[in-house]
């Protein structure tokens, strides 16, 4: 059972082909971990263990006729709760959303079905997405396995707490602001928030251009292997791209060597940073340097654009309240209600002004920042998890705004460009930080890469069990 749940995705396919391990064995493995550990991290909405038990099945009888769908075939995932599953319920978190089955598959979804992966259940969070914590008034909280006193991060909070206990190899998030970073670097796994588009979405997101969809992994390879699949066009999305991806891969292996990358500790801001993810972090940085990269510390050099972000992920907000009267309001969760009324109140020449020139003059900032360096690494986050049931923490200054305490994250999805979040360190307290890699937009590959490359440098420990603290 121990080796089993130690397993990633990548070493699934080769024991599959050998008989050494089945699909079934697999899925049973971790349905019984997520029923040992779901009553202390509660990381999943809807389950039906009928339904991987059935697919687990499927991929086993492909394997034995020498005949898998592909690497992915045979392989546990789970899934966030704003994207479709056919046949299951997709309610954003919300208790007032329906629990009505849903029509289809949602494109990433659908690719990870066309590719054989088996469902273990979807996953847990915040109402609508709408902040970087773990709790909803649909499911409540959710914990961080390292510390089940904290809280995991959010949006993708139910998929980065399943991704640390290993309960399935793939775990696909959202990140509009941060959201699969956010609760990559809390919960100690890696996170990637692709290019815009490079992954299509159906439903649309509510939050537009900021919103990306991407994997939580243990490791790298396991993100990259994701990736192939997922990144796949779909014609229900518009704004996606149309050609299909690279094989993510392919020479994730060929370091960083001769690559230009700099390093900015707070991005020029003022945000107050931990002692403790200030010297990890910096450390982590400058660890590129023993991998043959060239590491110099400079800021980007762009004003916070936070107005920008609220502009838009506020009037995303009324548009997905839109249709909730009085009654439904006050069921929801309240910060939600109060940036839901704040986007009723944005006007539409201001909304396009932001869309498209300050969205755009920042990407341009970065596009020229690109072409002098190759990649910009950052903290992911400058504390490490804080106690469950707050949307900040009780101390360090961050004040009572959630993305106080997010300002690596949201500059990129605004400028749409990939980045990720690598585990890099614990605090005395055992508590993971992460290390944020930006790269210019397109260059997920590169992106992956240099990840994969800090990863074979400095291994990071695993949790396998939600640790209790008094």
């Known amino acids: 059972m121990t080796a089993i749940a130690s397993l990633s995705a990548a070493e699934l396919a080769p024991l599959y082909a050998s008989r050494e391990l089945s699909p079934l064995e697999v899925a049973k493995d971790a349905l019984a971990r997520i029923e040992r550990f779901e009553p202390q991290v509660n990381a999943f909405v809807v389950r039906d263990d009928k339904v991987p038990?059935?697919?687990?099945?499927?991929?086993?009888?492909?394997?034995?006729?020498?005949?898998?769908?592909?690497?992915?075939?045979?392989?546990?995932?789970?899934?966030?709760?704003?994207?479709?599953?056919?046949?299951?319920?997709?309610?954003?978190?919300?208790?007032?959303?329906?629990?009505?089955?849903?029509?289809?598959?949602?494109?990433?979804?659908?690719?990870?079905?066309?590719?054989?992966?088996?469902?273990?259940?979807?996953?847990?969070?915040?109402?609508?997405?709408?902040?970087?914590?773990?709790?909803?008034?649909?499911?409540?909280?959710?914990?961080?396995?390292?510390?089940v006193a904290t809280g995991p991060g959010g949006s993708s909070s139910g998929a980065a707490a399943a991704a640390a206990l290993n309960l399935g190899c793939i775990h696909l998030g959202t990140d509009g602001a941060g959201s699969v970073r956010i609760p990559a670097a809390f919960t100690g796994v890696f996170g990637l928030k692709p290019t815009y588009g490079r992954v299509p979405a159906w439903p649309i997101s509510t939050m537009g251009f900021l919103a990306h969809l991407g994997p939580l992994t243990?490791?790298?390879?396991?993100?990259?292997?994701?990736?192939?699949?997922?990144?796949?066009?779909?014609?229900?999305?518009?704004?996606?791209?149309?050609?299909?991806?690279?094989?993510?891969?392919?020479?994730?292996?060929?370091?960083?060597?001769?690559?230009?990358?700099?390093?900015?500790?707070?991005?020029?801001?003022?945000?107050?940073?931990?002692?403790e993810i200030a010297a990890l972090t910096r450390d982590a940085a400058l660890a590129f340097r023993e991998l043959g990269a060239r590491v110099e510390e400079v800021d980007p050099g762009f004003a916070?654009?936070?107005?920008?972000?609220?502009?838009?992920?506020?009037?995303?907000?009324?548009?997905?309240?839109?249709?909730?009267?009085?009654?439904?309001?006050?069921?929801?969760?309240?910060?939600?209600?109060?940036?839901?009324?704040?986007?009723?109140?944005?006007?539409?020449?201001?909304?396009?002004?932001?869309?498209l020139n300050r969205r755009n003059a920042l990407a341009l900032h970065m596009a020229q920042f690109h072409a002098r360096f190759d990649l910009l690494l950052t903290p992911t986050?400058?504390?490490?998890?804080?106690?469950?049931?707050?949307?900040?923490?009780?101390?360090?200054?961050?004040?009572?705004?959630?993305?106080?305490?997010?300002?690596?994250?949201?500059?990129?999805?605004?400028t749409q460009a990939p980045a990720a979040s690598v585990p890099c360190g614990l605090?005395?307290?055992?508590?993971?930080?992460?290390?944020?890699?930006?790269?210019?937009?397109?260059?997920?590959?590169?992106?992956?890469?240099?990840?994969?490359?800090?990863?074979a440098l400095r291994p990071f420990p695993r949790v396998d069990a939600p640790i209790e603290t008094i």
Request: hydrophobic fraction near 45%; include cysteine.
């Open 53 to 147: 038990l059935a697919m687990a099945q499927d991929a086993e009888a492909r394997w034995l006729k020498g005949a898998p769908l592909g690497p992915l075939d045979g392989v546990p995932v789970t899934i966030k709760d704003n994207l479709g599953i056919a046949g299951w319920p997709m309610r954003r978190g919300s208790a007032v959303a329906s629990d009505a089955p849903f029509a289809a598959d949602s494109p990433a979804v659908a690719r990870l079905r066309e590719a054989g992966c088996v469902f273990l259940g979807k996953t847990t969070m915040p109402e609508y997405g709408w902040k970087g914590v773990g709790d909803s008034p649909l499911t409540g909280i959710t914990r961080n396995p390292w510390d």
């Open 427 to 455: 605090t005395k307290s055992g508590l993971p930080a992460g290390l944020q890699i930006v790269g210019p937009y397109g260059s997920d590959y590169r992106v992956l890469q240099a990840a994969a490359a800090f990863e």
């Open 218 to 275: 243990r490791t790298v390879r396991d993100a990259a292997l994701a990736m192939n699949a997922i990144g796949q066009p779909d014609e229900r999305d518009m704004t996606a791209m149309i050609d299909a991806p690279p094989d993510f891969t392919a020479g994730l292996d060929a370091g960083v060597r001769g690559l230009r990358i700099a390093w900015s500790a707070t991005l020029g801001g003022d945000v107050p940073v931990d002692p």
């Open 304 to 355: 916070d654009p936070l107005d920008t972000l609220m502009t838009l992920w506020s009037a995303g907000a009324a548009l997905a309240l839109r249709s909730a009267g009085p009654e439904a309001r006050a069921r929801m969760d309240p910060g939600l209600v109060a940036v839901a009324e704040a986007g009723e109140r944005i006007d539409g020449a201001t909304y396009v002004d932001v869309l």
């Open 381 to 414: 986050l400058p504390l490490p998890a804080f106690a469950v049931g707050r949307n900040t923490p009780a101390h360090g200054g961050y004040g009572e705004d959630w993305t106080r305490w997010t300002p690596f994250t949201y500059p990129f999805n605004i």
